[in-house]
T-cell receptor, first 113, second 115 residues
Framework: AQSVTQPDIHITVSEGASLELRCNYS??????LFWYVQSPGQGLQLLLK??????LVQGIKGFEAEFKRSQSSFNLRKPSVHWSDAAEYFC???????????FGKGTRLSVIA | GAGVSQTPSNKVTEKGKYVELRCDPI?????LYWYRQSLGQGPEFLIY????????DSGLPNDRFFAVRPEGSVSTLKIQRTERGDSAVYLCASSLGGQGFDEQFFGPGTRLTVL
């Protein structure tokens, strides 16, 4: 069965500092991997996705993520965090055939001045 | 174009009551998903439709939960005899539903509170 682990429940970073959110997945085949962001009272917005090919994927809002098969990881990074990045971030895994996504429990990002 | 919409945005009900939550997917999307997000958790899958039929309902927690999509567009999630543990945000998503993997677009959710 697929599973996703986000080890960090809450992270606080200073505005302008770099960010890395961790995600580890468990899946028997090549996974489809996603990062979503959820602001308070808002729906989930897709930041980026990995299906195949280049293991470093670029997303919206200056985010990127790197797929590392050997570590079963798909960590999200941003070189310089903005106050507006404060939100909940979810990593998710899916499979071919439009199967439902399996989400991690999320990491809440706080940004301080 | 219009995204996925869900109504109502908030629903407060009493324990034991029946509720219906509605999802309007993006036009042309054949796949529709319901997820439930409890406080402090990630979304958890409930049921997935491909067209009018439920392709996978393995996430429904018990027989109090039921969902329909009679014409292959709008879907309704129905909860009978609500319990306090049903309180959560119910998210709907839709996708093109092709043979590969299509991005799921999420609605803003319905926050259900069972008193």
């Amino acid at each position: 069965a697929q599973s996703v682990t986000q080890p960090d429940i809450h992270i606080t970073v200073s505005e302008g500092a770099s960010l890395e959110l961790r995600c580890n997945y468990s899946y028997g085949a090549t996974p489809y991997l996603f990062w979503y962001v959820q602001s308070p009272g808002q729906g989930l917005q897709l930041l980026l996705k990995y299906f195949s090919g280049d293991t470093l994927v670029q997303g919206i809002k200056g985010f990127e993520a790197e797929f590392k098969r050997s570590q079963s990881s798909f960590n999200l990074r941003k070189p310089s965090v903005h106050w507006s990045d404060a939100a909940e971030y979810f990593c998710a895994v899916g499979a071919v055939g439009n199967t439902p996504l399996v989400f991690g429990k999320g990491t809440r990002l706080s940004v301080i001045a | 174009g219009a995204g996925v919409s869900q109504t109502p945005s908030n629903k407060v009900t009493e324990k034991g009551k029946y509720v219906e939550l509605r999802c309007d997917p993006i036009s042309g999307h054949t796949a529709l998903y319901w997820y439930r997000q409890s406080l402090g958790q990630g979304p958890e899958f409930l049921i997935y439709f491909q067209g009018t039929g439920a392709a996978d309902d393995s996430g429904l927690p018990n027989d109090r939960f039921f969902a329909v999509r009679p014409e292959g567009s709008v879907s309704t999630l129905k909860i009978q005899r609500t319990e306090r543990g049903d309180s959560a945000v119910y998210l709907c998503a839709s996708s093109l539903g092709g043979q590969g993997f299509d991005e799921q677009f999420f609605g803003p959710g319905t926050r259900l509170t069972v008193l």
